[in-house]
């Protein structure tokens, strides 16, 4: 059904209702109260975090006053409060759910609420005896408002789920691109309903919406639009888009390798034709600088503060089985170049000439050797593995300057042999002690898809993204979410 203007009552081009009309909206309510509740728990863990961090001074100096602190942040926190409000507006922190940033840009908009604080101290000339006001609350702010936000999306997502709140979507493709972008939307809360393929498939599970031409039929029934296929025709992706638009149908593109890589990219002016140049993603210049002193200071803050671990975990693994405690592999790092990666030593001593007896046994596809119940694992070989106590040593790697505390993960040479030319992208850069990997599934992940994510990592990388996924590597480690 059509109006009087030609569009369709779902046209998003169509006069918008009144405004107290549409604040009568479910939608428009739920909206403002994601605002409100976000704005709230926001300003709830910047008031908390300079709470902490002043009290834990006080604690420090052996003059702890719960009063004296509070009153101190009473007159601290609102400024700091409105520009983090400000800021987490600017990036889209409080955005819907679909399309709110993570963890990396709350990192980031948290390190500029305390530089911009850290600006407008000293411009004003305010005293304060140290800085630690500052990097203080902002590892706290971290904690508390990471932390909120994280209880925040948990509840609020199970609350949807229960009320069967989902984003109804259409996939648009061939069939090995429909089925990984499923499988990818499985527990999100865009929900396929249904699919149309570009060429005869294979039933699964989703129903066939027919031919594309047809599709505008059954919008009703429909919110998104996802085109799945990297390859779909220009023409008809164009005819497709205006079509949704129309409608009022929000449409959404699965990203391909090529888009990824277009993130760096730079305008060459031709004589008759404009083009881009795909920049190589190495780190050079202060890229590298600000990457490897962060690696240093880093992993010597790491090594000072886990030395009590590091020794336990030495002696546990020279008391229970014979061999040594360090066990040095040999492996490619950055543009293949051989180093010696340290790790506690979790196998048996002949574990390498065994390795050809159980490659029939191997669960993984691609270039990695695994197996769940590898029987050359020692009893406190399999724990360490499991808490990732085993890859601690490698922070001395990062020190001599052959790895990276974020990074692509090196691999064997069993594994390096078997790459792919395209994969071999990876080695551009430091190999990383944690990385995408490490906090997108670990071995559940086919080998494609982690070297996907390796890709995305060179192509976005920044020292927020670095800190982000060190902080999230924590809980990835302890839910041991495919740790083998």
């Known amino acids: 059904m059509e109006t009087a203007t030609g569009l369709s009552p779902r046209d998003m081009r169509a006069r918008r209702p009144l405004l107290f009309a549409s604040i009568l909206e479910l939608d428009t309510l739920r909206r403002v109260a994601r605002v409100l509740a976000l704005g709230v728990l926001d300003a709830a863990g910047v008031f908390l975090a300079i709470f902490t961090a002043l009290e834990v001074k006080l604690v420090v100096q052996t003059q702890s006053n719960v009063e004296l602190a509070w009153n101190r942040t009473d007159d601290l926190a609102p400024l700091a409060i409105l520009v983090t409000i400000l800021l987490f507006a600017r990036s889209g922190l409080y955005g819907a759910r ?15 609420v305390a530089v911009i604080l850290l600006v407008y101290a000293l411009v004003e000339g305010i005293d304060f005896n140290s800085y630690y006001v500052f990097y203080g609350s902002l590892f706290f702010a971290l904690l508390y408002v990471s932390a909120l936000r994280w209880a925040f999306e948990r509840t609020s997502g199970a609350l949807l789920h229960a009320a069967g709140y989902h984003r109804r979507a259409v996939l648009v493709g061939r069939g090995q691109h429909i089925d990984a972008v499923a499988h990818a939307l499985k527990d999100t809360e865009i929900k396929p309903v249904g699919f149309v393929a570009l060429e005869p498939r294979k039933e699964n599970g989703l129903k066939d919406m027919g031919p594309l031409e047809r599709l505008e039929r059954q919008f009703d029934a429909v919110d998104e639009v996802v085109i799945a296929d990297p390859d779909f025709p220009q023409d008809r992706a164009v005819e497709l888009i205006d079509t949704c638009h129309r409608h009022g149908i929000k449409v959404r593109v699965a990203p391909s390798t090529m888009e990824i890589l277009m993130d760096r990219v730079e305008f060459v002016p031709g004589q008759s034709l404009p083009l881009f140049e795909l920049k190589p993603p190495v780190f050079e210049g202060i890229d590298f600088f600000v990457k490897r002193s ?12 886990l030395s009590p671990v590091l020794a336990a975990t030495a002696l546990a693994v020279r008391l229970t089985s014979r061999g040594p405690t360090i066990y040095r592999s040999t492996r490619p790092g950055i543009a293949g170049e051989a180093f010696e990666c340290l790790k506690f030593r979790t196998m048996y001593d002949d574990a390498e000439f065994r390795q050809r007896e159980l490659e029939d046994l191997n669960e993984k596809g691609g270039a990695i050797f695994k197996i769940r119940d590898d029987p050359r694992v020692t009893p406190v070989g399999r724990f360490l593995r499991r808490w990732s106590l085993d890859e601690l040593p490698q922070l001395f790697n990062v020190l001599r ?36 990997w490490q906090v997108s599934g ?5 080998f494609d898809e982690l070297v996907r994510l390796d890709f995305l990592y060179l192509e976005r990388w920044s020292v927020f993204l670095d800190l982000s996924i060190m902080l999230k590597t924590i809980p990835a480690v302890l839910r041991r979410r495919g740790a083998w």
Not at 442 to 446: A, C, G, K
């Open 98 to 112: 679909t399309v709110r940033p993570g963890f990396t840009r709350i990192v980031a908009s948290l390190f500029q």
């Open 294 to 305: 962060f690696d240093i200071v880093g992993s010597t803050l790491l090594i000072a503060v």
């Open 401 to 436: 300057g052959e790895m990276s505390l974020v990074g692509p993960r090196p691999l064997p040479d069993r594994d390096y042999e078997r790459l792919e030319d395209w994969h071999r992208k990876r080695y551009l850069v430091l190999p990383g002690m944690t990385g995408l």
């Open 442 to 446: 670990r071995s559940e992940l086919e």
